[in-house]
């Protein structure tokens, strides 16, 4: 990496607030269909997740709010809590933010940061890009946007902010490039371990993801340029080792917690992430959330996520590019090496090829499902460092078209181009091959459902007076990664003002492997059944012991049903199981506090 020549203050100045600007209009852009009723929508993709980080939101502003370790709580999956650290818990940014959201609601800040994260990952890239790679404005700038925005990016933003919270990983990048330097190994090493420590708290996969390309990138610099790898050697290791020993010394805590904390566990139960591979015609085909996308193509290769979805146009302008420039660029070498390992890597146990399983084994046919760090990976996933990668190298391309990546041959006397110079047709050629190939990966403001507001005896705290201190109200259908997607908000909406049984989220199993939920509990089951069947099936007084049996291991107050499609059922089955309920305000309730 080499820092660019300096320019007057000016021109870059005034560039760097255009590009930035240009970023939060794509971030609002995106998330415009949110705004047009904040209070009740949510993602029309991934509804749960939107509400889980909601709660997640509710969370940090819970635990600023009453000074409790935000590592691990007790207001969902009551009793037993959930660990936060071994969640997507987002603390690092729902810590900080709490304010705001106490301020402005957990609807509210779930859209203003999704837009804002968008946008700060490709501003970061920008400056990353503009400071140490690239002297063109222009170049950083498409690089940028293509960092902050890739198809895979915006595919996650469907309910998974944490995927789209990539602000601080240029900035880590950037730091490990710099490592080597003569005389700056401390600053350095600081510097990186400030970085690394903090991004813990954001997205451990994709730092996992960012360490994994930040080696092949080392090692394959080290490969092409083993002289100037050994004079860096040493003040690269010692950079290395204060980044490392202090990540370790401020997170080492809340990963000991995440591991060893109340409600961990080890690795997913059955491996099921790493059945996840990429779909080699993911590559060529134009992502749903683009203006050239088709909804209908998830019904063929959309089985898992959509990381690698380019189109044809930006892979053509790919190759192009990497073939052009790999010759007389040691950054597009590594990026070279970067698309192939990343993509194999991808591909998973199995080879899929236009939604069809081969029987070809994959890289991850070999890999152990319990294998640590890996062990809850998707494959699929790791091709984000290939959409990284196809951002640098679109900056690159741009860059050597607009004569700034290399020093300009100066033409003969006659006129003619001089030898090794470009022709003059190339430039507005390459440009517009670029954006031509980009145009189609436009995003669209992301889908959006309604989603009815609680209960107004929930907003209004009309629950007070029957839930006291060390008690929980049991909302019906209880929460889980399936079902209750409403009543999980309840908590959300409410400040987490009650505990509340089950929940969305990952917990141990009796043989401490992760699974998504609670365990259920013949209660619970029994209610997921009659929603699904829409139909009470025949009650026996077992039946009611186990109610009363879970209604006692959750430390419940009161059961609470609200507006539901099902709520007729439901009111029935929870009638033969308790007896009649109360109509209060506008839910059905059974006070049991006598009888648990």
């Known amino acids: 990496m080499a820092d660019p020549p300096r320019r007057p203050r ?25 705004w047009g009723d904040v209070q009740h929508r949510v993602s029309s993709h991934l509804p749960t997740d939107h509400s889980w980080f909601e709660w997640l939101f509710a969370h940090g502003a819970y635990s600023v709010r009453h000074l409790e370790n935000p590592l691990f709580t007790a207001r969902q999956n009551a009793p037993d809590g959930v660990n936060m650290m071994a969640n997507t818990s987002l603390l690092g940014v729902t810590l900080p933010l709490a304010p705001l959201t106490l301020l402005l609601g957990p609807q509210v ?71 080597g330097e003569p005389g700056r190994w401390r600053r350095n090493g600081i510097a990186l371990g400030l970085l690394v420590a903090y991004q813990i708290f954001i997205n451990e996969e994709m730092l996992l993801l960012t360490a994994l390309a930040c080696l092949v990138v080392v090692v394959a610099w080290v490969v092409q340029r083993p002289r100037a790898a050994r004079e860096r050697a040493g003040a690269f290791l010692a950079a290395a080792g204060v980044g490392g020993g202090l990540a370790l010394l401020l997170a080492a805590y809340p990963i000991w917690f995440q591991f060893n904390g109340p ?63 790999v010759r007389r660029s040691l950054p597009a070498r590594i990026l070279a090496v970067l698309v192939v390992v990343f993509s194999v890597a991808a591909i998973g146990p ?43 190298l679109l900056a690159l391309a741009w860059d050597a078209l607009s004569g700034r990546g290399r020093p300009p041959v100066p033409a003969q006397r006659t006129g003619s181009a001089a030898p090794g110079s470009r022709p003059r047709w190339l430039r507005p050629v390459g440009y517009a091959a670029i954006v031509a190939a980009l145009l189609p990966l436009f995003p669209r403001p992301l889908p959006a459902q309604r989603i009815d507001p609680p209960p107004h005896f929930i907003t209004a705290g009309g629950w007070r007076p029957y839930v006291p201190d060390g008690r929980t109200l049991v909302p019906v259908p209880i929460p889980s990664n399936v079902h209750g997607l409403p009543t999980l908000r309840w908590s959300a909406l409410t400040e987490q003002a009650f505990p509340i049984p089950g929940g969305y989220f990952i917990g141990p199993n009796e043989v401490g492997e992760g699974v998504f939920g609670a365990p259920n509990r013949p209660t619970s089951t029994l209610i997921y059944s009659t929603m699904d069947a829409n139909k009470v099936p025949p009650l026996t007084a077992e039946n009611r012991r186990q109610a009363l049996d879970d209604l006692r291991f959750w430390k419940a107050s009161v059961v609470v049903l609200g507006a539901n499609p099902r709520e ?29």
């Open 350 to 392: 199995k080879v899929r090829f236009d939604g069809v399983e081969t029987t070809v084994d994959g890289p991850w046919a070999y890999v152990p499902d319990d294998l640590p760090l890996v062990e809850m990976m998707m494959p699929t996933r790791l091709s984000l460092v290939v959409a990284a990668a196809v951002g640098v």
């Open 109 to 179: 800040m779930y859209a203003l940061y999704l837009g804002a994260a968008l946008s700060a990952t490709a501003a970061t890239s920008y400056w990353v890009l503009s400071r140490h790679l690239v002297r063109s404005r222009g170049a950083a700038f498409v690089g940028g946007a293509f960092l902050g925005f890739a198809p895979g990016i915006v595919h996650h933003a469907n309910g998974q902010p944490n995927f789209v919270s990539n602000f601080l990983l240029p900035l880590i990048v950037a730091r490990v490039l710099r490592l």
């Open 568 to 596: 007729a059922v439901l009111r029935e089955l929870m009638t033969q199981l308790l007896g009649e309920p109360r109509r209060v305000d506008d839910v059905w309730l059974w006070d049991v506090r006598d009888r648990v």
């Open 263 to 325: 409600q961990s566990y080890r690795g997913l139960q059955g491996g099921v992430f790493h059945n996840w591979g990429e779909d080699l015609m993911a590559f060529v085909t134009f992502a749903r959330d683009t203006v050239a996308g088709n909804e209908a193509v998830e019904q063929t290769i959309g089985l898992t996520e959509q990381n690698t979805w380019f189109g044809w146009p930006l892979v053509l302008v790919a190759l192009v590019a990497l073939v052009l420039l």
């Open 10 to 34: 000016r021109r870059p100045a005034r560039a760097d607030v255009l590009a930035i600007g240009a970023y939060a209009l794509l971030g609002v852009l995106v998330c415009l269909n949110y």
